[in-house]
Protein backbone atom coordinates (compact mmCIF):
# COMPACT_ATOMS: atom_id res chain seq x y z
CA UNK A 1 0.00 0.00 0.00
CA UNK A 2 3.01 2.30 0.92
CA UNK A 3 4.20 4.66 -2.35
CA UNK A 4 6.08 7.96 -2.09
CA UNK A 5 2.71 9.24 -4.39
CA UNK A 6 0.26 7.80 -1.77
CA UNK A 7 2.37 9.60 0.80
CA UNK A 8 2.18 12.63 -0.74
CA UNK A 9 -1.52 12.26 -1.61
CA UNK A 10 -1.52 12.32 2.60
CA UNK A 11 -1.11 15.70 2.88
CA UNK A 12 -2.10 16.71 -0.90
CA UNK A 13 -4.86 19.22 -0.88
CA UNK A 14 -4.71 19.91 2.81
CA UNK A 15 -3.98 23.58 2.49
CA UNK A 16 -5.46 27.02 3.20
CA UNK A 17 -7.14 30.78 3.11
CA UNK A 18 -8.49 34.06 4.11
CA UNK A 19 -6.91 36.66 2.46
CA UNK A 20 -7.19 39.28 -0.17
CA UNK A 21 -7.50 38.65 -4.19
CA UNK A 22 -5.72 40.18 -7.36
CA UNK A 23 -6.24 39.76 -10.58
CA UNK A 24 -3.06 40.98 -12.35
CA UNK A 25 0.14 39.54 -11.01
CA UNK A 26 2.40 42.01 -8.08
CA UNK A 27 5.43 40.68 -10.29
CA UNK A 28 3.54 38.51 -12.42
CA UNK A 29 7.07 36.87 -14.61
CA UNK A 30 10.57 36.99 -14.60
CA UNK A 31 11.41 40.32 -15.77
CA UNK A 32 12.08 40.35 -19.61
CA UNK A 33 15.94 41.04 -18.60
CA UNK A 34 15.95 37.61 -16.87
CA UNK A 35 18.02 35.17 -18.15
CA UNK A 36 16.73 32.32 -20.31
CA UNK A 37 18.52 29.13 -19.01
CA UNK A 38 19.07 26.01 -21.92
CA UNK A 39 18.92 22.71 -20.52
CA UNK A 40 21.16 20.09 -21.33
CA UNK A 41 19.54 16.80 -21.45
CA UNK A 42 20.70 13.51 -20.79
CA UNK A 43 19.43 10.25 -20.09
CA UNK A 44 17.43 9.60 -16.66
CA UNK A 45 19.45 7.45 -14.22
CA UNK A 46 17.00 7.30 -11.40
CA UNK A 47 15.32 4.17 -10.59
CA UNK A 48 12.00 3.91 -11.73
CA UNK A 49 12.55 6.70 -14.53
CA UNK A 50 10.39 6.38 -17.57
CA UNK A 51 12.68 4.29 -20.50
CA UNK A 52 13.71 6.26 -23.11
CA UNK A 53 13.34 9.93 -21.13
CA UNK A 54 15.77 12.35 -20.80
CA UNK A 55 16.27 14.61 -18.01
CA UNK A 56 17.68 18.06 -17.22
CA UNK A 57 17.80 20.77 -14.31
CA UNK A 58 16.98 24.40 -14.58
CA UNK A 59 17.94 26.75 -12.60
CA UNK A 60 15.46 29.17 -12.09
CA UNK A 61 14.91 32.81 -9.85
CA UNK A 62 14.23 32.05 -5.60
CA UNK A 63 13.30 35.26 -5.68
CA UNK A 64 11.49 36.38 -9.18
CA UNK A 65 12.45 40.08 -7.53
CA UNK A 66 15.84 39.52 -7.83
CA UNK A 67 16.52 37.98 -10.90
CA UNK A 68 20.06 38.09 -11.03
CA UNK A 69 20.35 36.47 -7.51
CA UNK A 70 20.17 33.22 -6.08
CA UNK A 71 18.43 30.47 -7.75
CA UNK A 72 16.76 26.95 -6.97
CA UNK A 73 17.32 24.08 -9.03
CA UNK A 74 13.81 22.12 -11.07
CA UNK A 75 14.19 18.79 -12.04
CA UNK A 76 13.16 17.98 -15.45
CA UNK A 77 12.21 14.72 -17.61
CA UNK A 78 11.06 14.44 -21.02
CA UNK A 79 9.66 12.00 -23.40
CA UNK A 80 10.11 12.89 -27.05
CA UNK A 81 7.27 12.83 -29.80
CA UNK A 82 7.94 9.23 -31.18
CA UNK A 83 6.70 10.88 -34.54
CA UNK A 84 8.36 14.16 -35.29
CA UNK A 85 6.47 14.52 -38.20
CA UNK A 86 3.29 14.84 -36.09
CA UNK A 87 4.80 16.71 -33.50
CA UNK A 88 2.90 20.24 -32.62
CA UNK A 89 4.87 21.30 -29.22
CA UNK A 90 5.46 20.38 -25.61
CA UNK A 91 2.98 19.00 -23.58
CA UNK A 92 4.01 19.78 -19.45
CA UNK A 93 1.70 17.78 -16.73
CA UNK A 94 1.58 19.55 -13.97
CA UNK A 95 1.51 17.62 -10.64
CA UNK A 96 -0.63 17.48 -7.99
CA UNK A 97 -0.28 17.50 -4.07
CA UNK A 98 1.21 20.22 -3.08
CA UNK A 99 3.69 18.12 -2.88
CA UNK A 100 3.53 15.35 -5.94
CA UNK A 101 6.41 14.84 -8.45
CA UNK A 102 6.10 15.26 -11.84
CA UNK A 103 9.30 13.27 -12.63
CA UNK A 104 7.79 10.05 -11.02
CA UNK A 105 4.13 11.33 -12.60
CA UNK A 106 6.02 11.03 -16.23
CA UNK A 107 7.46 7.77 -15.51
CA UNK A 108 4.38 6.04 -14.85
CA UNK A 109 2.05 7.73 -17.10
CA UNK A 110 4.13 9.54 -19.74
CA UNK A 111 3.65 6.50 -21.99
CA UNK A 112 0.25 6.43 -22.26
CA UNK A 113 0.14 10.39 -23.09
CA UNK A 114 2.28 9.93 -25.56
CA UNK A 115 0.12 7.23 -27.24
CA UNK A 116 -2.89 9.00 -26.65
CA UNK A 117 -1.86 12.37 -28.23
CA UNK A 118 0.02 10.51 -30.97
CA UNK A 119 3.02 12.40 -31.46
CA UNK A 120 1.71 15.32 -31.12
CA UNK A 121 3.41 16.54 -28.27
CA UNK A 122 7.01 16.10 -26.31
CA UNK A 123 5.57 15.16 -23.21
CA UNK A 124 7.31 17.39 -20.10
CA UNK A 125 6.77 17.29 -16.70
CA UNK A 126 8.70 18.47 -13.60
CA UNK A 127 9.49 18.03 -9.46
CA UNK A 128 8.30 21.66 -8.63
CA UNK A 129 10.44 23.72 -6.21
CA UNK A 130 11.35 21.77 -2.59
CA UNK A 131 10.03 18.12 -4.41
CA UNK A 132 11.74 14.93 -5.72
CA UNK A 133 14.62 16.38 -7.94
CA UNK A 134 14.23 19.40 -7.67
CA UNK A 135 16.33 22.02 -4.97
CA UNK A 136 15.29 20.61 -1.69
CA UNK A 137 12.71 22.40 1.26
CA UNK A 138 13.17 20.97 4.69
CA UNK A 139 11.70 22.04 8.27
CA UNK A 140 13.40 19.90 10.47
CA UNK A 141 9.92 18.06 12.00
CA UNK A 142 10.72 15.80 14.82
CA UNK A 143 9.84 12.05 14.02
CA UNK A 144 6.78 12.38 16.24
CA UNK A 145 5.21 15.29 14.14
CA UNK A 146 5.84 13.49 10.69
CA UNK A 147 3.38 10.13 11.07
CA UNK A 148 0.93 10.13 8.67
CA UNK A 149 -2.58 10.11 10.67
CA UNK A 150 -1.29 12.38 13.49
CA UNK A 151 0.23 14.89 10.88
CA UNK A 152 -3.58 14.92 9.25
CA UNK A 153 -4.49 15.76 12.87
CA UNK A 154 -7.71 13.79 12.87
CA UNK A 155 -9.64 15.38 16.21
CA UNK A 156 -9.84 12.86 18.88
CA UNK A 157 -12.93 10.67 19.26
CA UNK A 158 -14.47 12.97 21.42
CA UNK A 159 -13.71 16.14 18.62
CA UNK A 160 -11.25 17.86 21.11
CA UNK A 161 -8.03 18.94 18.54
CA UNK A 162 -5.65 20.28 21.45
CA UNK A 163 -3.02 17.46 20.30
CA UNK A 164 -3.31 18.91 16.14
CA UNK A 165 -3.26 22.15 18.04
CA UNK A 166 0.13 21.58 19.42
CA UNK A 167 1.32 19.66 16.77
CA UNK A 168 0.33 22.63 14.74
CA UNK A 169 2.38 24.67 16.69
CA UNK A 170 5.52 22.62 17.03
CA UNK A 171 5.70 22.02 12.95
CA UNK A 172 5.32 26.23 12.20
CA UNK A 173 8.09 26.72 14.70
CA UNK A 174 10.46 24.19 13.19
CA UNK A 175 9.42 25.70 10.00
CA UNK A 176 10.42 28.95 10.80
CA UNK A 177 13.67 27.69 12.66
CA UNK A 178 14.91 25.69 9.83
CA UNK A 179 13.38 26.60 6.70
CA UNK A 180 15.37 29.20 5.44
CA UNK A 181 14.88 31.29 2.17
CA UNK A 182 13.82 27.91 0.04
CA UNK A 183 10.37 27.30 2.10
CA UNK A 184 9.56 30.91 1.90
CA UNK A 185 9.55 30.45 -1.89
CA UNK A 186 7.03 28.08 -2.24
CA UNK A 187 3.57 29.43 -3.54
CA UNK A 188 1.65 28.18 -6.43
CA UNK A 189 2.54 31.82 -8.01
CA UNK A 190 6.38 30.93 -7.95
CA UNK A 191 5.36 27.48 -9.69
CA UNK A 192 3.64 29.53 -11.97
CA UNK A 193 6.57 31.49 -13.15
CA UNK A 194 9.20 28.78 -12.85
CA UNK A 195 6.37 27.11 -15.73
CA UNK A 196 7.27 30.02 -17.43
CA UNK A 197 10.53 29.80 -17.10
CA UNK A 198 10.32 26.28 -18.17
CA UNK A 199 8.08 27.46 -21.33
CA UNK A 200 11.23 29.24 -22.35
CA UNK A 201 14.03 27.68 -21.47
CA UNK A 202 12.11 24.26 -23.94
CA UNK A 203 12.00 27.19 -26.56
CA UNK A 204 8.39 27.45 -26.75
CA UNK A 205 6.17 30.35 -27.56
CA UNK A 206 3.21 28.84 -25.96
CA UNK A 207 2.77 25.51 -23.47
CA UNK A 208 -0.12 22.72 -23.55
CA UNK A 209 -0.55 21.44 -20.00
CA UNK A 210 -2.80 19.03 -18.35
CA UNK A 211 -2.70 19.57 -14.91
CA UNK A 212 -4.46 16.81 -12.16
CA UNK A 213 -5.77 17.55 -8.91
CA UNK A 214 -3.80 20.71 -6.90
CA UNK A 215 -2.01 21.01 -10.48
CA UNK A 216 -5.57 22.58 -11.39
CA UNK A 217 -5.21 25.17 -9.46
CA UNK A 218 -1.31 25.83 -10.83
CA UNK A 219 -2.67 25.50 -14.12
CA UNK A 220 -5.62 28.13 -13.74
CA UNK A 221 -2.88 30.60 -11.86
CA UNK A 222 -0.57 30.13 -14.97
CA UNK A 223 -3.61 30.61 -17.02
CA UNK A 224 -4.53 33.96 -15.26
CA UNK A 225 -1.28 35.21 -14.71
CA UNK A 226 -0.10 34.46 -18.24
CA UNK A 227 -2.96 33.48 -20.48
CA UNK A 228 -0.75 34.72 -23.37
CA UNK A 229 0.90 31.62 -23.57
CA UNK A 230 -1.36 28.75 -23.12
CA UNK A 231 -2.35 27.02 -25.83
CA UNK A 232 -4.54 24.10 -25.05
CA UNK A 233 -4.74 23.47 -21.59
CA UNK A 234 -6.78 20.65 -19.59
CA UNK A 235 -8.01 20.81 -15.71
CA UNK A 236 -8.47 17.36 -14.91
CA UNK A 237 -10.33 17.26 -11.11
CA UNK A 238 -10.49 20.70 -9.85
CA UNK A 239 -11.60 22.72 -7.22
CA UNK A 240 -12.91 25.76 -6.24
CA UNK A 241 -10.23 28.19 -6.66
CA UNK A 242 -12.23 30.60 -4.11
CA UNK A 243 -9.59 33.71 -3.36
CA UNK A 244 -11.20 34.48 0.20
CA UNK A 245 -10.12 30.85 0.93
CA UNK A 246 -7.88 29.43 -1.99
CA UNK A 247 -6.65 26.03 -0.94
CA UNK A 248 -7.99 25.81 2.59
CA UNK A 249 -11.34 25.64 0.69
CA UNK A 250 -10.14 22.38 -1.18
CA UNK A 251 -9.19 21.10 2.22
CA UNK A 252 -12.93 21.71 4.28
CA UNK A 253 -14.49 19.90 0.80
CA UNK A 254 -13.24 16.99 1.31
CA UNK A 255 -15.09 16.13 3.55
CA UNK A 256 -18.24 16.37 1.14
CA UNK A 257 -15.99 14.33 -0.97
CA UNK A 258 -16.12 11.32 0.72
CA UNK A 259 -20.28 11.41 1.21
CA UNK A 260 -20.13 11.96 -2.61
CA UNK A 261 -17.56 9.06 -3.04
CA UNK A 262 -18.15 6.33 -0.28
CA UNK A 263 -21.68 5.01 -1.67
CA UNK A 264 -19.92 3.77 -5.39
CA UNK A 265 -17.36 1.72 -2.24
CA UNK A 266 -21.07 0.38 -0.15
CA UNK A 267 -21.95 -0.58 -3.65
CA UNK A 268 -19.10 -2.43 -4.07
CA UNK A 269 -18.81 -4.04 -0.93
CA UNK A 270 -21.88 -5.31 -0.81
CA UNK A 271 -21.58 -6.58 -4.83
CA UNK A 272 -22.64 -10.78 -4.10
CA UNK A 273 -19.18 -11.08 -6.33
CA UNK A 274 -16.68 -10.41 -3.54
CA UNK A 275 -17.93 -13.60 -2.04
CA UNK A 276 -16.58 -14.00 0.82
CA UNK A 277 -15.11 -10.70 1.16
CA UNK A 278 -18.61 -9.66 0.60
CA UNK A 279 -19.25 -7.23 3.84
CA UNK A 280 -22.82 -6.34 3.69
CA UNK A 281 -26.06 -8.06 2.39
CA UNK A 282 -27.28 -4.12 1.52
CA UNK A 283 -25.04 -1.40 0.29
CA UNK A 284 -26.88 0.95 2.52
CA UNK A 285 -25.76 -1.17 5.66
CA UNK A 286 -22.22 -0.50 4.59
CA UNK A 287 -21.77 2.92 6.12
CA UNK A 288 -23.07 2.77 9.73
CA UNK A 289 -21.26 -0.31 9.85
CA UNK A 290 -18.55 1.58 9.42
CA UNK A 291 -19.16 4.41 11.22
CA UNK A 292 -19.87 1.57 14.11
CA UNK A 293 -16.03 0.05 13.33
CA UNK A 294 -14.87 3.40 14.02
CA UNK A 295 -16.61 4.33 17.17
CA UNK A 296 -15.34 1.09 18.29
CA UNK A 297 -11.50 1.63 17.35
CA UNK A 298 -12.11 5.08 19.15
CA UNK A 299 -13.21 3.47 22.57
CA UNK A 300 -10.46 0.08 21.87
CA UNK A 301 -7.59 0.45 19.38
CA UNK A 302 -6.04 -2.57 18.75
CA UNK A 303 -2.86 -3.21 18.30
CA UNK A 304 -0.16 -4.34 15.42
CA UNK A 305 1.89 -7.08 16.21
CA UNK A 306 5.33 -6.11 15.06
CA UNK A 307 5.46 -2.78 15.69
CA UNK A 308 3.56 -2.39 18.53
CA UNK A 309 1.25 1.01 17.36
CA UNK A 310 -2.41 1.09 17.46
CA UNK A 311 -4.93 1.09 15.05
CA UNK A 312 -7.78 3.89 16.08
CA UNK A 313 -10.78 4.58 14.71
CA UNK A 314 -9.00 7.89 13.04
CA UNK A 315 -6.31 5.17 10.74
CA UNK A 316 -9.48 3.60 9.49
CA UNK A 317 -10.97 6.56 8.62
CA UNK A 318 -7.94 7.73 6.86
CA UNK A 319 -7.82 4.41 5.14
CA UNK A 320 -11.22 5.07 3.98
CA UNK A 321 -10.76 8.24 2.81
CA UNK A 322 -7.76 6.93 1.01
CA UNK A 323 -9.32 4.50 -0.35
CA UNK A 324 -11.92 6.35 -2.25
CA UNK A 325 -9.54 7.59 -4.90
CA UNK A 326 -10.40 4.98 -6.70
CA UNK A 327 -11.83 1.44 -6.96
CA UNK A 328 -8.99 -0.22 -7.20
CA UNK A 329 -8.13 0.61 -3.59
CA UNK A 330 -11.67 -0.48 -2.02
CA UNK A 331 -9.76 -4.09 -1.47
CA UNK A 332 -8.01 -1.98 0.86
CA UNK A 333 -10.44 -0.60 3.42
CA UNK A 334 -12.58 -3.81 2.99
CA UNK A 335 -10.00 -6.11 4.12
CA UNK A 336 -9.13 -4.00 7.30
CA UNK A 337 -13.30 -3.04 7.87
CA UNK A 338 -13.42 -7.91 7.67
CA UNK A 339 -10.19 -7.95 10.09
CA UNK A 340 -11.75 -5.16 12.87
CA UNK A 341 -15.25 -7.70 12.65
CA UNK A 342 -13.93 -10.91 12.73
CA UNK A 343 -11.20 -10.57 15.17
CA UNK A 344 -10.83 -9.79 18.93
CA UNK A 345 -6.87 -10.06 19.36
CA UNK A 346 -4.03 -8.63 17.83
CA UNK A 347 -4.00 -8.55 14.56
CA UNK A 348 -1.13 -7.38 11.66
CA UNK A 349 -3.40 -5.51 9.57
CA UNK A 350 -1.18 -4.73 7.28
CA UNK A 351 -3.45 -2.60 5.23
CA UNK A 352 -3.14 0.12 7.61
CA UNK A 353 -0.12 0.02 9.15
CA UNK A 354 1.78 1.97 6.07
CA UNK A 355 -0.06 4.85 7.34
CA UNK A 356 1.84 4.98 10.61
CA UNK A 357 4.78 5.57 8.73
CA UNK A 358 6.93 8.49 8.48
CA UNK A 359 6.11 11.18 5.54
CA UNK A 360 9.15 12.40 4.34
CA UNK A 361 10.73 16.34 5.65
CA UNK A 362 10.34 17.50 2.04
CA UNK A 363 6.29 16.15 2.19
CA UNK A 364 5.40 17.97 5.52
CA UNK A 365 7.54 21.14 4.12
CA UNK A 366 6.28 21.13 0.77
CA UNK A 367 2.88 20.95 2.54
CA UNK A 368 3.78 23.86 4.98
CA UNK A 369 4.96 25.98 2.75
CA UNK A 370 2.39 26.15 -0.36
CA UNK A 371 -0.44 25.91 2.24
CA UNK A 372 0.85 28.66 4.70
CA UNK A 373 2.56 31.23 2.38
CA UNK A 374 -0.16 31.51 -0.33
CA UNK A 375 -2.46 33.26 1.86
CA UNK A 376 -2.98 33.68 5.84
CA UNK A 377 -4.90 31.63 8.00
CA UNK A 378 -7.19 32.51 10.74
CA UNK A 379 -4.94 32.61 13.97
CA UNK A 380 -8.04 32.13 16.20
CA UNK A 381 -7.79 28.54 17.63
CA UNK A 382 -11.33 28.57 18.83
CA UNK A 383 -12.45 29.02 15.03
CA UNK A 384 -11.35 25.42 14.07
CA UNK A 385 -13.11 24.38 17.52
CA UNK A 386 -15.97 25.30 16.21
CA UNK A 387 -15.60 24.27 12.93
CA UNK A 388 -14.74 20.79 13.76
CA UNK A 389 -17.66 20.28 15.77
CA UNK A 390 -19.94 21.38 13.34
CA UNK A 391 -18.21 19.24 10.14
CA UNK A 392 -18.51 16.63 12.66
CA UNK A 393 -22.01 16.95 12.86
CA UNK A 394 -22.08 17.10 9.12
CA UNK A 395 -20.22 14.38 8.03
CA UNK A 396 -19.49 11.63 10.26
CA UNK A 397 -17.37 9.76 8.15
CA UNK A 398 -14.39 12.39 7.77
CA UNK A 399 -15.05 13.79 11.79
CA UNK A 400 -13.81 16.93 11.35
CA UNK A 401 -10.57 16.19 9.94
CA UNK A 402 -11.02 18.60 7.10
CA UNK A 403 -12.26 21.83 8.64
CA UNK A 404 -9.11 21.30 11.65
CA UNK A 405 -6.08 23.66 12.50
CA UNK A 406 -2.92 23.27 10.31
CA UNK A 407 0.58 25.08 11.09
CA UNK A 408 -0.44 27.64 9.05
CA UNK A 409 -2.78 28.82 12.26
CA UNK A 410 0.94 29.57 13.74
CA UNK A 411 3.01 30.33 10.42
CA UNK A 412 5.34 33.02 11.22
CA UNK A 413 5.60 35.30 7.72
CA UNK A 414 2.88 36.96 6.02
CA UNK A 415 1.81 36.19 2.46
CA UNK A 416 4.17 38.25 0.85
CA UNK A 417 1.41 38.31 -2.15
CA UNK A 418 -2.33 38.05 -2.57
CA UNK A 419 -3.88 34.58 -4.27
CA UNK A 420 -4.86 35.00 -7.20
CA UNK A 421 -8.46 35.37 -8.52
CA UNK A 422 -9.33 33.31 -11.75
CA UNK A 423 -11.43 35.09 -14.24
CA UNK A 424 -12.95 34.37 -17.20
CA UNK A 425 -10.70 37.04 -19.10
CA UNK A 426 -8.34 34.80 -21.48
CA UNK A 427 -8.61 32.93 -24.36
CA UNK A 428 -11.39 30.41 -24.70
CA UNK A 429 -9.01 27.29 -24.39
CA UNK A 430 -9.53 25.14 -21.43
CA UNK A 431 -10.57 21.95 -20.81
CA UNK A 432 -11.77 20.74 -17.71
CA UNK A 433 -12.49 17.01 -16.64
CA UNK A 434 -14.04 15.53 -13.65
CA UNK A 435 -15.79 13.14 -11.59
CA UNK A 436 -19.53 13.51 -10.77
CA UNK A 437 -18.22 11.58 -7.15
CA UNK A 438 -14.59 12.58 -6.25
CA UNK A 439 -13.63 12.01 -2.58
CA UNK A 440 -10.61 14.56 -3.06
CA UNK A 441 -11.86 17.35 -4.86
CA UNK A 442 -15.75 16.69 -5.34
CA UNK A 443 -17.99 18.47 -7.61
CA UNK A 444 -19.19 20.99 -5.93
CA UNK A 445 -15.98 22.78 -5.65
CA UNK A 446 -15.49 21.88 -9.79
CA UNK A 447 -18.20 24.15 -10.23
CA UNK A 448 -17.08 27.12 -8.84
CA UNK A 449 -13.95 26.46 -11.05
CA UNK A 450 -16.16 25.96 -14.17
CA UNK A 451 -18.00 29.75 -13.06
CA UNK A 452 -14.77 31.38 -12.39
CA UNK A 453 -13.61 30.60 -16.04
CA UNK A 454 -16.88 31.54 -17.71
CA UNK A 455 -16.55 31.05 -21.27
CA UNK A 456 -12.47 30.25 -21.34
CA UNK A 457 -13.56 26.91 -20.13
CA UNK A 458 -15.85 23.93 -21.50
CA UNK A 459 -16.58 21.22 -18.61
CA UNK A 460 -16.54 17.00 -19.06
CA UNK A 461 -18.76 15.42 -16.20
CA UNK A 462 -18.14 11.60 -15.82
CA UNK A 463 -20.75 10.09 -14.05
CA UNK A 464 -18.04 8.12 -11.86
CA UNK A 465 -16.14 7.68 -8.67
CA UNK A 466 -12.74 8.23 -7.64
CA UNK A 467 -10.20 11.33 -8.08
CA UNK A 468 -8.38 11.63 -11.77
CA UNK A 469 -10.16 11.26 -14.97
CA UNK A 470 -8.11 11.36 -18.10
CA UNK A 471 -6.22 8.00 -18.82
CA UNK A 472 -7.18 7.26 -15.22
CA UNK A 473 -11.03 6.44 -15.31
CA UNK A 474 -11.35 4.21 -17.87
CA UNK A 475 -13.76 6.48 -18.95
CA UNK A 476 -13.73 5.64 -23.14
CA UNK A 477 -15.83 8.73 -23.66
CA UNK A 478 -13.79 11.49 -21.35
CA UNK A 479 -10.66 9.97 -22.41
CA UNK A 480 -11.73 10.74 -25.93
CA UNK A 481 -12.94 14.46 -25.58
CA UNK A 482 -9.61 14.64 -23.84
CA UNK A 483 -6.98 13.21 -26.38
CA UNK A 484 -8.93 15.29 -29.32
CA UNK A 485 -8.97 18.62 -27.89
CA UNK A 486 -4.91 17.96 -27.23
CA UNK A 487 -4.46 16.68 -30.69
CA UNK A 488 -6.95 18.61 -32.90
CA UNK A 489 -8.08 21.30 -30.98
CA UNK A 490 -11.49 20.54 -31.39
CA UNK A 491 -13.25 21.44 -28.03
CA UNK A 492 -16.94 20.43 -27.20
CA UNK A 493 -19.11 23.20 -28.19
CA UNK A 494 -21.17 23.51 -24.60
CA UNK A 495 -20.64 21.26 -21.08
CA UNK A 496 -21.17 17.49 -21.60
CA UNK A 497 -21.47 14.50 -19.47
CA UNK A 498 -20.07 11.19 -19.75
Known sequence: MRSRSRAAMIVALSVAACAGVVSAPAYAAAPADSPVSSLKWHPCTAEGSAPGAECATLPVPLDYRKPSGPTVDIAVSRLRSERPQARRGTLLLIPGGPGGSGVEGLARKGEKVRKATKGAYDVVSFDPRGVGGSTAADCGVSEDDRRMVEFRAWPDPHGDISDGVARARRVAEACARNGGDVLRSLTT???ARDIDSLRKALGEKKLSAVGTSYGTYAGAVYAQMFPERTDRWVLDSSGDPDPSRALRGWLANMAQGADDAFPDFARW????????????????????????MAAELDRKPRTFKDTGRPLTGNLLRQVMQLSLYGSERYPDLATLMQAVRNSSGTDPLTVAEPLTELLSQRDVAVFAGIACNDVAWPRDVASYERAVAADRARHPLTAGMPATITPCAFWKDEPAEKPTRITSRGPSNILMVQN???????YVGALKM??????????????????????????????????????????PADDMAC
Not at 269 to 292: C, H, I, N, S, Y
Not at 436 to 442: E, G, M, S, V
Not at 478 to 490: M, P, T
Open 269 to 292: AADPARGKDRLAERAEDVRPMFLA
Open 189 to 191: RNE
Open 436 to 442: LRDPATP
Open 450 to 491: REALGDRARLVTVDAGGHGVWLNSGNACSDRAVSEFLVSGKR
